[in-house]
Every structure is written in structure tokens, then in C-alpha cells.
């Protein structure tokens, strides 16, 4: 049995930002990571000026932008007619109004520069290509088995292994199913001007974006209403007939993104009932996951990963205590944004009268279109939302021996700080 302090279980980007975080506040951290160090995915993440924020304090937020694309405006068109419905400018008008950009990070290049700083730190251990198959909760610490047969005993446990969470059963919260929707991804030609370009439909929608160095990326959501035509002429026949039906220019940024086997996308079947319990939560993907459509996955993972880290710093280090402050400060924000992202899905997929007052609304201009696919809100700010709490047993710095507060010493009893939760808003594109 290996004793570690702090153990993340971690998947795609999640784990890694998690243990960068937890070491940056000066805490070992051990990760058992189910993907390979050179795993790589198709696609890109959105990384809003809150998440840039965060990474600036590990020092990766210009070296990831540097690697990225930042768009100078988005547009949102109908799939069906390709008129345009509303249009964004970012760029430069984000970094003004925001201070830091709007970029999309190809997933090879942000995990590649996670992996490198994983591996600089020496407060970090990561075995790749792990995973956990059980979990035992002792209260005062956690048995964790991977699928080689090793156990280890931790005196807390981050699940930050996306919906499927090992973590997940014992916070309350219901499995992962799937939900109505596949995404395509693939290799495809690069927007015009560095526009970033948007088609909606009942059933389709279908984003357009550009890679550092040229080519561009595709994606293609894909609302599943037609599972018996699914099951009988296959996916990619179903989805080709539906993209038959839009715009020539549609037609030509989807390319053959079709042919490329389709990703499900995962919901809960019911939320946490808490955001910790003992020596254990959960962050990113596994607390809640993001429908496609808003692309602020990496995103959440990243504020979560931050906000975790204060935390424990907050708390200096007494792990209770720490958790209780992170599941605080995130709970509401975090949810917040999945039901952005869920109206944003629902308006991009509208029939009848909402859809022809959704254009209307957006033709109009009444909406600032900038701040709701960038960032409303100011992402979370050093100090708010803190619970503080005294030293005690249970709740002890990890990897540091217990120091009880003398007998006559009293301690703040917990509750909430100046301030209110705060985080990333969606933003509407599938990534």
C-alpha cells in the first residue's frame, strides 16, 4: 500500500490542472491519470479571460495563448439559410473590456504544456494510463485500487476524472448517462478573416474554427431525434441527410467531419446532493458536466482547478476545512454556467415562435453578444467565498504532523466570507 497526501484521479486536462494548482500552494500531490502522457484528442478548448487568469499564476497563460487561436469576431448564423443572426467582436475588444483574450487551445497543445509542467514540478507524481476501480471511504482517509491491483491510502481524494467519477457515488450525485446529443469532430478548412462561424439548426449545430500555423477545425452537434433512423441507415447517413439540408457554406466547412466516429455526451442523472464529504470531492466534468454547445469544459476544470488551490491555502492546508470552502465557492457558479450552456443549447435548437423570437432578439442587437460568449462574470477573486475554520484532527494540513491549538484557544467558528461565489458564464460555441 503506497500513503500519499493528496491523490487526484484525473482524465484529458482536469487531474493535471488540479495537482499544478494543489503544488503551487506548496502541497505533494500524487496523480493517477487514466489517459497516456502523449494522448491526444481532436478539437479545441475555449479558454476564456477567467481561465487565463488563473493559468497566469502557474505562468502558462502566454505560452498556451501563444499556441492558440484567437478569433477577431464570431458570427452566428441559421443552418438552413446561412443568414447571419448576430455578431461578436472579440479580439481586441475583448482584451480591452476583459484584459486578457478570447482564445481556443487545440487540445494536443494545451495538454502537451500541462504534461511539461507536470513533470518540472517536483511537488507532483503522475502515473499515466491509471485508473481507479475502487474507492473506500474511511472518514478520516481514502483507499483507492487501480486497475494494476495497487492501493494507495490517501488523506484526500479529488476525483477529476470526468461525468464517470469514481469519487462521484459518495457526494450524492447520480451516474452518467447520455445525453441527446453526438458530436463529430475532424480536420477541416480554416474560417475566413480569422472569423470564427456558427450555424444553427433544430438538429445541427456546427462550428467553424482555425488552428495556430493553418487548417482549421470542425465540430458537428448532432440533437438525436431520430434514433430508430439512426439504428436502421447508421449515424453518419442520418447526420449526412440533415447537413444535405443546410447552406452550401455549411455544407462546405463540414467537409467529410462525418465520416469520423461520433463522441456521446455525458449528463448526470441527478446532481451532487453535496460538493464534499470527509476527505473527498470532485471538480470539473465530474461535478457537472457541459453540453458541447458552450465549450466551457476546460474552462470550469480550470477555475475549479484554481479555486481548490486557494483553498487549501485559505485553510493552510487542513484538508476539512479546505473542501468545504472549495465545494462553497463553486457550487453555485458552476451550475450557473451548465444552465447557460443548457438555455444556450435549447436557443440554438429552437423551432417555431421561440426560434423566430430568437432571431429577432439577436438581429436586434439588444443583447451584448461580446459578454455573454466571453465572460459576464469576473471569475473567482482571492479571498471570497472563504470558510474559516480552526486547526482540529480531522481537518490537518496533508503530509504534515497534527498540531492542536492549545486548550485555551478558541477558534472562528466556519462561515461564509465577504463576497459571493463567482466563475465563468458559457459561451455560446461547441468545442
Known amino acids: 500500500m503506497v500513503?500519499?497526501?493528496?491523490?487526484?484521479?484525473?482524465?484529458?486536462?482536469?487531474?493535471?490542472?488540479?495537482?499544478?494548482?494543489?503544488?503551487?500552494?506548496?502541497?505533494?500531490?500524487h496523480v493517477l491519470e487514466r489517459d497516456r502522457a502523449d494522448d491526444v484528442d481532436t478539437g479545441l478548448a475555449v479558454l476564456t479571460p477567467a481561465a487565463l487568469r488563473e493559468l497566469s499564476v502557474l505562468g502558462l497563460a502566454d505560452p498556451v495563448a501563444a499556441a492558440s487561436w484567437e478569433p477577431r469576431r464570431l458570427t452566428h448564423g441559421d443552418a438552413g439559410s446561412g443568414a447571419v443572426l448576430r455578431v461578436a467582436e472579440l479580439g481586441p475588444v475583448v482584451r480591452a473590456r476583459f484584459g486578457r483574450p478570447y482564445v481556443l487551445a487545440p487540445y494536443a497543445a494545451l495538454r502537451r504544456r500541462l504534461v511539461a509542467a507536470c513533470d518540472a514540478d517536483e511537488m507532483i507524481t503522475v502515473e499515466y494510463g491509471r485508473s481507479a476501480t475502487a474507492?473506500?471511504?474511511?472518514?478520516?482517509?481514502?483507499?483507492?485500487?487501480?486497475?494494476?491491483?495497487?492501493?494507495?491510502?490517501?488523506?484526500a481524494l479529488v476525483g477529476a476524472d470526468g461525468p464517470g467519477s469514481r469519487v462521484r457515488p459518495f457526494l450524492g450525485g447520480g451516474h452518467a448517462i447520455s445525453s441527446p446529443y453526438l458530436v463529430h469532430r475532424a480536420h477541416g478548412p480554416a474560417p475566413p478573416d480569422d472569423v470564427l462561424r456558427l450555424w444553427s439548426s433544430p438538429s445541427l449545430h456546427v462550428t467553424q474554427s482555425a488552428t495556430p500555423g493553418g487548417g482549421g477545425e470542425i465540430s458537428v452537434t448532432v440533437r438525436v431525434d431520430a434514433l430508430d433512423d439512426m439504428h436502421r441507415d447508421g449515424v453518419a447517413a442520418v447526420v449526412s441527410r440533415l447537413l444535405a439540408g443546410t447552406a452550401a457554406e455549411v455544407r462546405a466547412a463540414a467537409?467529410?467531419?462525418?465520416?469520423?466516429a461520433p463522441s456521446r455526451v455525458h449528463r448526470h442523472h441527478a446532481p451532487l446532493e453535496r460538493g464534499a464529504r470527509h476527505r473527498m470531492t470532485v471538480i470539473g466534468g465530474a461535478a457537472q458536466p457541459m453540453l458541447p454547445h458552450s465549450a466551457q469544459a476546460a474552462a470550469v476544470e480550470i477555475v475549479d482547478a484554481a479555486t481548490l488551490g486557494r483553498a487549501f491555502d485559505h485553510a493552510d492546508?487542513?484538508?476539512?476545512?479546505?473542501?468545504?470552502?472549495?465545494?462553497?465557492?463553486?457550487?453555485?457558479?458552476?451550475?450557473?454556467?451548465?444552465?447557460?450552456?443548457q438555455d444556450f443549447a435549447a436557443l440554438c435548437h429552437a423551432e417555431g415562435l421561440v426560434r423566430r423570437m430568437r432571431d429577432r432578439l439577436w438581429r436586434t442587437g439588444t443583447v451584448d453578444a461580446t459578454s455573454a460568449i466571453v465572460d459576464a462574470g469576473r471569475g473567482p477573486v482571492a479571498g471570497q467565498g472563504t470558510l474559516r475554520s480552526g486547526a482540529d484532527g480531522d481537518g490537518h494540513r496533508p503530509g504534515v504532523p497534527v498540531v492542536h491549538p492549545h486548550p485555551g484557544a478558541t477558534a472562528d467558528p466556519p462561515g461564509p466570507g465577504p463576497g459571493g461565489p463567482t466563475g465563468p458564464p458559457a459561451g455560446p460555441m461547441a468545442g
Open 317 to 341: 492546508g487542513r484538508i476539512v476545512p479546505a473542501l468545504e470552502e472549495y465545494a462553497y465557492v463553486r457550487e453555485t457558479p458552476r451550475a450557473v454556467t451548465a444552465a447557460r450552456a
Open 3 to 29: 500513503a500519499v497526501p493528496l491523490l487526484v484521479l484525473g482524465s484529458r486536462f482536469a487531474g493535471l490542472t488540479t495537482a499544478l494548482f494543489l503544488a503551487h500552494q506548496g502541497f505533494p500531490v
Open 255 to 260: 467537409g467529410d467531419a462525418v465520416a469520423w
Open 135 to 155: 474507492v473506500e471511504d474511511l472518514g478520516d482517509a481514502v483507499l483507492v485500487t487501480d486497475d494494476t491491483g495497487a492501493t494507495y491510502r490517501a488523506e
